[in-house]
Structures are given as structure tokens and as C-alpha cells.
């Protein structure tokens, strides 16, 4: 009987203006997006060798990262997450917030342990008895919009348009979907009706998915930046029909296909930057929650986007920057 483990690789995608602190755990493997423009010396694995799209990281995002994962690195099981952004792997439940993730402070080795990021034999545990681990999905009427509610998946795309994207990518999206991978149409014409948003382009996943997901987003979002999608003001709008890509190939999976899925908490980290000292640190716990407090008090009477509570905000975040420095 072999006792071969198996090699699993979750590539975490780093800004290259930020010198974030890393995880300790081999499972976790550091990368840095967009690494082609980093004038900077740096130890850390850059997503500029080989095969590689790292010329594309102000259009893709992340996802040139996931793209030198694909041609450059054996795994039986890939992962990507951001700098700031983990899945949880602790196996306790969280409060999520309104867009579905676990908000904390910093990412330190104590919130590290408190989220399960230290532990690789469980880790290898949990993954290794799953086909895909994916954020928990979020109601989409809980999510914050720069306008009105969403009812659906596509109707909380949709209201960000002129913000992130012109919305008629989406339908263009549809149509290359249908011409260039048809087997996800149903999943993505239903998915696009529900009310659960599965986002952020964070998971794990075994070798054979993995493939697949890249060969159903790279196609259309090269086909999207050839036709001007990536261009001007909006120039991140493949990156977002990534995302969108994303939430409609773990939907294809657990419904369509029955594969085996593990839905975990999401954390999202404030600060991702080593704390100079324990007056830092304090002062980083303090106005965090300071922040979330005066948001909850504050939702009565500055509903969820209004522009009346976005000009509060800019305001608030500017006092509290100038008491902090």
C-alpha cells in the first residue's frame, strides 16, 4: 500500500508593493503577481518565469498567478488565495460579514493558528478527503451595493456597472461561454439566477478540476482582452469575469458533476504588513474594531450605498488615520 502523500500547492498571490507577512506552512507557497514589474530583489517566487502572463497583471489580477501554477508546477492538488485573503481551515464556525467573509484585524501567527493555517497534517486531511474546498457562498441580498438590492447573482453583477466593468460584459461572457465551453451553459445560466455568490477566486482543488477551470477561464478572458475588454478605465474587467467564471465552474461541480465539496469560512485580513511593535499592533486591534462598531451604529441611519454613507466613510477613515500616525 503506497504512503505517498499527496503533493498539495496553494499559491498565494502577493502584491508586489507590499511586503506581507507569509505563513509558515509548506503547504503554502508565496508568489508574486505581476512579478515582471518588480524592479525589487526578492527571495520570493515571482510569476515571471517560464510560461507565463505576468505582463497581465493589471487585466487578470490573481489569476496570473493561477496561470504560471497551471504550466509551471506539478501538484495533485493546486490551491490560490490572496495576501490578505484564506480559507479557513480550523473547522469552527465564524460570524461572516455582509459579503460573506470573516473580517480580522491582522494576519499574525496567533490568528494563524486561530484560523487553522499552521496545522499541514490537517490540513492535508481535510483537503486530501474532498475533490474541492471553496469559500462559504454568500446571499447576495446581504451584499452592499452601490445601489438598490440584488436578488440574484447576475443582478449583483450587474450593479456595478461604470464602477468595475460596462455590464454588457457579462452577456458577452454568456456568449462565449456558449461557444467556446457549452457544457457550462446551463450551470451558468442557473447560477446566474440563484442567490448564492461563490467569489474571490479562493480554493483548493484536486489536479483534474484544477485543469479544467483553467481551460474554461483563460479562453474567454483572452478573448475578452482581444476585444478591448481590458482597455481604459476597466481595465481589471477579465479578472472580474474570472471571478464570475469561478462561481459558475463550483456550481457546475457540486451540482451538475456531484463532486465532493467542503465549503469553509473565508478570512479577510486588515493588515497583512509585520506590526513595527506592540503599540502598533494595539493601535491596528483598536481602530479595526473601532470601525466595525461605528459601521453597525452607523447602518440606520447610512444605509448600504448611499452616497451619503460613502462620503462618512472617506471622512471617518481620514480622522482615524491622522489620530493613528
Known amino acids: ?36 514589474f518588480d524592479r525589487s530583489v526578492s527571495p520570493i517566487q515571482g510569476d515571471d518565469t517560464g510560461d507565463n502572463i505576468s505582463q497581465k497583471r493589471m487585466t487578470f489580477c490573481e489569476l496570473t498567478v493561477q496561470y504560471w501554477a497551471w504550466k509551471n508546477r506539478e501538484a495533485d492538488y493546486y490551491g490560490l488565495c490572496h495576501y490578505r485573503r484564506y480559507l479557513a481551515f480550523s473547522g469552527k464556525p465564524y460570524r461572516l460579514n455582509e459579503h460573506g467573509l470573516v473580517p480580522w484585524p491582522e494576519l499574525t501567527e496567533r490568528a494563524m493558528q486561530r484560523f487553522g493555517l499552521l496545522d499541514e497534517e490537517k490540513m492535508r486531511e481535510t483537503i486530501s478527503a474532498y ?17 438598490g438590492k440584488a436578488r440574484t447573482v447576475r443582478t449583483l453583477w450587474e450593479a456595478h456597472d461604470g464602477i468595475f466593468f460596462h ?12 461557444q467556446l465551453a457549452p457544457d457550462y451553459l446551463q450551470a451558468a445560466e442557473e447560477y446566474f439566477s440563484g442567490r448564492w455568490h461563490c467569489g474571490y477566486n479562493c480554493y483548493v482543488m484536486n489536479r483534474e ?6 481551460e474554461l477561464q483563460f479562453p474567454i478572458l483572452n478573448a475578452l482582452e482581444k476585444e478591448g475588454y481590458g482597455e481604459g478605465e476597466f481595465s ?22 456531484k463532486k465532493k465539496v467542503l465549503k469553509v469560512p473565508l478570512v479577510w485580513f486588515s493588515e497583512t504588513t509585520p506590526a513595527k511593535n506592540r503599540l502598533e499592533q494595539f493601535q491596528r486591534t ?11 451604529l452607523a447602518a440606520p441611519f447610512f444605509p448600504l450605498g448611499s452616497k451619503r454613507r460613502e462620503y462618512m466613510k ?12
Not at 475533490?131 to 445601489?147: F, N, R, S, T, Y
Not at 469575469?241 to 451540482?255: K, P, R, S, T
Open 314 to 325: 472617506r471622512i471617518y477613515r481620514k480622522k482615524i488615520k491622522e489620530k493613528l500616525i
Open 286 to 296: 483598536a481602530a479595526f474594531w473601532t470601525d466595525k462598531a461605528v459601521r453597525k
Open 236 to 257: 481589471r474587467s477579465p479578472a472580474y469575469v474570472g471571478e464570475m467564471l469561478f462561481g459558475i465552474f463550483c456550481y457546475q461541480a457540486e451540482v451538475y458533476e
Open 167 to 178: 455590464k454588457r460584459i457579462i452577456d458577452r461572457m454568456f456568449e462565449l461561454i456558449a
Open 131 to 147: 475533490d474541492l474546498v471553496i469559500p462559504q457562498p454568500a446571499p447576495v441580498e446581504k451584499i452592499p451595493l452601490p445601489h
Open 209 to 214: 478540476l484544477f485543469g479544467r477551470l483553467c
Open 1 to 36: 500500500m503506497s504512503t505517498r502523500k499527496p503533493e498539495i500547492r496553494i499559491f498565494v498571490s502577493r502584491r508586489i508593493d507590499v511586503d506581507s507577512v507569509s505563513v509558515p506552512n509548506p503547504l503554502y507557497v508565496p508568489v508574486r503577481c505581476g512579478a515582471v
